[in-house]
């Protein structure tokens, strides 16, 4: 089952060299989640070939400009293109007033319903969950609400092996139960361990997004483990009192988040504009945590 992100964007407040303001894409079985929305999102859309009309959930991870600046654009796009689907954006609470203010500026009316979801600050839990997916939210610390998202793959169950069950004469009604965990109770009392007609499903993947804060370790609870994580590192560890101000990580900050959190694998973005280039912080971010890649634009990862 496919599982993978995207990168759409990949830098800060300002466009630089190539780069765009944040934005990425998760795919998970074909279905396609959108994760903050700076300008030149739409754009990334189309270099990538990706079909953003199957987009139905939007994440929205707080309000600052290089987040969500290009979202009104791909809303209005939806509607130009003639969406008909519901569109679901999960966000603090301001931005669904100053997308209604936008819209009813330009006198636009949308044809499809805009359903909004709104986080509330300092809140954790889950926001969506469908039968293969749910995405749980959890507080970061910036100069305004921020929140981190875990998009992690529902429980899968057990495989049962008919084979080894015949053995055993198992009727179909028990067949639910067993791949849920249950043993099964023969006739006479004996019962057959779950292990020996079942085997274990592939384990549950895991993607944590964690954009603009300040070095937090009360996150680990919850990216902890997780098979690919995304982190803020905007800037260099010779600039760590620049981050402190602004609330924001360095690169050897993100290294370490990584390492305490046990992940298998971090990729960086959220570059300040003020990097040509980017080898010097991969450098530092790799001291701390190998396993380390940038979140280069039009780059896929597969988790």
Not at 19 to 38: A, F, K, M, W
Not at 96 to 111: A, D, M, P, V
């Amino acid at each position: 089952m496919k599982f993978e992100v995207s990168i759409l964007g990949s830098n800060s407040a300002i466009p630089a060299f190539g780069r765009h303001p944040t934005s990425q894409v998760l795919n998970h079985d074909e279905q396609l989640y959108l994760i903050d929305c700076g300008e030149g999102t739409q754009m990334r859309f189309k270099s990538l070939g990706i079909k953003y009309s199957r987009i139905e959930h939007i994440f929205i991870s707080h309000l600052h400009g290089d987040h969500i600046f290009g979202l009104i654009g791909l809303l209005t796009s939806f509607n130009l293109l003639g969406r008909q689907k519901a569109l679901h954006i999960y966000a603090h609470l301001p931005l669904q007033e100053s997308i209604h203010q936008q819209l009813q500026i330009g006198k636009t009316k949308l044809n499809y319903l805009l359903q909004f979801h709104p986080i509330e600050p300092d809140s954790t839990g889950i926001l969506f969950q469908s039968s293969k997916l749910k995405v749980f939210t959890f507080p970061l610390s910036h100069k305004i609400d921020c929140n981190g998202f875990l998009f992690e793959e529902i429980f899968k169950l057990r495989k049962f092996n008919p084979e080894k069950a015949a053995v055993f004469n198992i009727p179909k009604e028990h067949i639910p139960a067993i791949k849920e965990g249950a043993n099964f109770v023969m006739e006479d009392g004996t019962v057959i361990a779950n292990e020996l007609i079942t085997e274990a499903a592939k384990a549950c993947r895991k993607y944590a997004y964690v954009t603009d804060t300040e070095y937090l370790e009360s996150i680990i609870p919850y990216i902890q483990g997780a098979d690919l994580l995304y982190h803020e590192a905007t800037f260099d560890n010779s600039l760590e009192q620049r981050a402190a101000a602004t609330k924001h990580s360095t690169s050897t900050q993100a290294g370490m988040m990584a390492k305490k959190a046990g992940v298998k694998k971090l990729i960086v973005g959220h570059f300040s504009a003020k990097y040509k280039s980017l080898e010097g912080l991969l450098k530092e971010v790799q001291e701390i945590f190998p396993n380390a890649e940038l979140a280069l634009e039009e780059k896929v990862f597969a988790i």
